[in-house]
């Protein structure tokens, strides 16, 4: 007898089960990102939906959502600094974060930011 067969329910349940899970998950790397962001005075001049010095993180989501080459790029951005990218203003380079820091920044700013609430 097919399990999933007899009863198409417990294939939803185990599917929604699944999903939910993979949902905690983000909204913990949401937070866990948000709080480094914060920690690391990213916010001081990005903000998630406007432009304050340089763009928000929205905006950098939207600009690179078709580039596979994205996550390399911002996170190479994010260790070394640099201008050119938004415009002269030069973003400091964050060279004490770790790799899985970087990492998971970098997640998060392509996903938009979002919120881990």
Same mark, same amino acid.
């Given at each position: 007898?097919?399990f ?13 089960f699944?999903?939910?899970? %993979?949902? &905690?998950?983000a ?5 866990? #990102?948000a ?6 005075? $990213?916010?001081? $001049?990005h903000a998630v939906?406007? +432009? @304050? &010095?340089?763009?928000g993180?929205?905006?950098v #989501? +939207? +600009?690179? #959502?078709?580039?596979?080459? /994205?996550?390399a790029?911002? +996170?190479?951005?994010? %260790?070394k ?6 415009? =002269? @203003?030069p973003m400091?380079?964050n060279?004490? %974060?770790s790799? /899985?820091? =970087? ?15």
């Amino acid at each position: 007898m097919n399990f999933f067969g007899q009863d198409p329910k417990y294939f939803f349940l185990a599917a929604l089960f699944s999903l939910c899970s %993979l949902r &905690v998950q983000a909204t913990t790397d949401d937070a866990k #990102a948000a709080t480094l962001a914060k920690q690391n005075a $990213c916010l001081g $001049c990005h903000a998630v939906d406007k +432009k @304050v &010095v340089g763009p928000g993180f929205q905006a950098v #989501a +939207k +600009k690179y #959502a078709t580039d596979p080459a /994205a996550s390399a790029f911002l +996170k190479n951005k994010i %260790l070394k600094g640099g201008s050119g990218s938004w415009g =002269v @203003v030069p973003m400091p380079a964050n060279a004490k %974060l770790s790799d /899985a820091d =970087v990492s998971l920044l970098t997640g998060w700013i392509l996903r938009g930011a979002p919120s881990a609430n």
